[in-house]
Every structure is written in C-alpha cells, then in structure tokens.
Nanobody
Framework: QLQLVESGGGLVQAGGSLRLSCAAS????????MGWFRQAPGKEREFVAA????????AYADSVKGRFTISRDNGKNTVYLQMDSLKPEDTAVYYC??????????????????WGQGTQVTVSL
C-alpha cells in the first residue's frame, strides 16, 4: 500500500496562495488516481480536487473551481494542489488520498485506498 505524506500547509492571509505537495512511496503511484480532501473544524471531510493517473482528467469542488489546481509529477511520485485567492473558509486540514485502480478521477472518500496524515491550512482575514 502507498504511504502518503503531505506538506506545504501553513498560515496565509486571505487572497494569498499556497502549494500543497503529497509525496508517495511505492511503485504503483503512476497508476494511482489521486485526490485532495479537506476537513474544517466541526465539519465532515469534503472533496476538493481529483486527478486521474495520467493527469488528463481532473475534477474540482464547486467551492474551489477556478482558484485551485491539481497536478501531478509521476517521475517524482508527487501530486500537488496549487491554491490561489485563498479565503478564510478554505481553512481546514487538507488530506491527500490515493486509489490504486481505475482510469478516471474519483470524488468520494470511499473510492480511495490510502490516506495521508493531513496538513493544516489556515487563512486569516
């Protein structure tokens, strides 16, 4: 099973940017569909973005569409989440997830096989 480690979280002012990274260990990363989810205090974890194993297909939650971009570098076993125009409501713990089979991108938690520990993103006014 893949091991996933997120990084890049932190404190940023509203309107600013952050880039999250998720480094994966394991031979199968290049065949994995990847996703980002987030969980704000007192709320359930929610879908943010997803990308297919080739990188040709992506999906975004409506709340982040046009502001966030998911990408991957299979040579580096890493998936990224570029977050621009951040808002206070983007404050959450962000989790990376991997699905080891399938040809498309996936938007539901139950569709993923492995999860990282999360990285905190805090957006201040």
């Amino acid at each position: 099973q893949l091991q996933l480690v997120e990084s890049g979280g932190g404190l940023v002012q509203a309107g600013g940017s952050l880039r999250l990274s998720c480094a994966a260990s394991g031979r199968t990363f290049s065949r994995c569909a990847m996703g980002w989810f987030r969980q704000a205090p007192g709320k359930e974890r929610e879908f943010v973005a997803a990308i297919s194993w080739t990188g040709s297909a992506t999906a975004y939650a409506d709340s982040v569409k046009g502001r966030f971009t998911i990408s991957r570098d299979n040579g580096k076993n890493t998936v990224y989440l570029q977050m621009d125009s951040l808002k206070p409501e983007d404050t959450a713990v962000y989790y990376c997830a991997a699905r080891e089979t399938g040809w498309t991108r996936y938007s539901y938690e139950y569709e993923y096989d492995a999860w990282g520990q999360g990285t905190q993103v805090t957006v201040s006014l």
